[in-house]
């Protein structure tokens, strides 16, 4: 297929400024502007990410801008009301630690990182007011969706700063045209009010036409709720906030109703490979190798070889193909990650322990399910109410409520 036909079959082409995806075909070179609001990307980010490695496998040259200035002032995008101001330095260290998290997701990609403080922070503001804001007429700002959003009834209202915030987003494409000679903007559907802002203005200021397109924003279906979120929290690229099997556990618990669509939008993987997972996944769905193939690709993407073989071994674990008393001390740890964890003495309730980690509501609701055989120790329905010396081995053991791995703590002696 063309990188066109690819495109419009993974679904990732939305709203455009040009009538014929067939545009795109033509390779010239494109910009994607990265938010430093936070020191880690998320899933969410990782979807317009993985649009611009097929934009540079299709032989289009990328800019990858970090917000470095644009961070400080905030983007009004996708948000109901104001965002924190963060200082000078933690913009700096955000935009490092995303910096970081790019190159590895581009490595062996050709790409340039900028960092739009460096032409914006000594921008004077007279200078910004007639040669940028004369070009945008205040009728079509006050149609942007963020802005109408915001001065809504009952609207919490938007500030001055965020106001011009697509001001300056119209002022990175015109400095990347004139400077790296950018043709395209890309990004996601919550962004395209802010994209609009730089095509006109290089029209008006250059009389050169240039384009832009987004994405649709990824939702789950199940939930409604923009993609890259859990009950938790988001899903972020960094260990240190979701651990590697974290991020591989997400990726298999997705809904079956999604990962047809995870797989085009996130992996690289070829239209006859995803074809042929879903053909085999719809033939089986309970052994959910849709969802085992997405967190394989992504997990090794993000993480690295290493990292995908540890939270394998661990998923084991958790899911009990493999004994938890077994489990080596690192593995361990990265189990009580996963799952809820306590520690008892010989003799403790059943029941109170059922309670205590959350794997029911209340010792009524504990005892039914016990007596229904719907309680596991160690893969063995229980028989009783209380936990015995027996039932440890090496000073531990997995309760499970039901058949679903999810619904199990680790219990461990005291």
């Known amino acids: 297929m063309s990188l066109s036909q690819d495109l419009i079959w993974r679904g990732l082409i939305k709203d455009k400024t040009f009538d014929d995806p067939i545009w795109l075909d033509k390779p010239q070179k494109f910009y994607l502007g990265i938010d430093a609001s936070t020191d880690s990307l998320t ?19 990328a800019v990858l801008l970090a917000g470095g200035a644009t961070s400080l002032v905030g983007d009004p995008g996708g948000k109901d009301e104001e965002r924190e101001l963060k200082s000078h330095d ?11 998290q790019i190159e590895k997701l581009f490595e062996g990609k050709p790409h340039e990182m900028v960092n739009n403080l460096n032409w914006l922070d000594n921008l004077k503001y007279l200078d910004f007011l007639r040669d940028i804001g004369k070009q945008y007429p205040m009728s079509e700002l006050m149609q942007r969706e963020f802005v109408s959003t915001r001065m809504g009834e009952q609207a919490a209202g938007i500030s001055y700063a965020e106001f011009s915030y697509s001001l300056l987003q119209g002022y990175d494409f015109w400095w990347l045209f004139k400077n790296k000679q950018v043709q395209m903007q890309i990004g996601a559907s919550d962004q395209w009010g802010n994209m609009l802002s730089g095509v006109p203005l290089i029209r008006k200021k250059e009389g050169q036409q240039v384009q832009a ?27 240190k906030r979701t651990s590697v099997t974290e991020f591989y556990q997400f990726w298999i618990n997705i809904d079956d109703a999604d990962a047809e669509d995870y797989l085009k939008i996130f992996t690289v993987l070829s239209r006859t490979k995803i074809e042929e997972i879903v053909k085999q996944h719809n033939l089986h769905p309970e052994k959910r190798l849709a969802q085992t193939e997405l967190a394989k690709e992504l997990t090794e993407l993000v993480h690295g070889k290493a990292a995908l073989k540890f939270s394998q071994k661990v998923t084991k674990y958790l899911t009990g193909q493999s004994p938890i008393v077994e489990a080596d001390k690192p593995t361990i740890e990265e189990v009580k990650k996963a799952l809820t964890h306590t520690t008892v003495q010989p003799g403790t309730p059943l ?53 679903a791995f999810k619904d199990s703590a680790l219990i461990e002696l005291a």
């Not at 990410?49 to 289009?60: E, Q, V, Y």
Request: aromatic fraction near 6%; charged fraction near 25%; hydrophobic fraction near 45%.
């Open 43 to 61: 899933i969410g980010n990782l979807a317009v990410l993985m649009l611009a490695r097929r934009l540079i496998d299709g032989g289009w040259q």
């Open 90 to 100: 933690e913009i700096a260290k955000n935009v490092a630690g995303i910096k970081a």
């Open 213 to 239: 397109f987004c994405m649709p924003l990824v939702i789950n279906k199940a939930t409604g709720k923009k993609f890259g979120k859990s009950e938790t929290g988001a899903i972020w690229l960094d260990p």
């Open 351 to 403: 029941s109170e322990v059922l309670v205590t980690t959350g794997l029911v509501n209340s010792n009524s609701e504990a005892r039914r399910l016990i007596i229904a055989k719907a309680i596991y120790i160690n893969d063995q329905a229980a028989d009783r109410d209380h936990l015995e010396s027996s039932d440890f081995s090496n000073g531990r053991l997995m309760l499970r409520r039901g058949k």
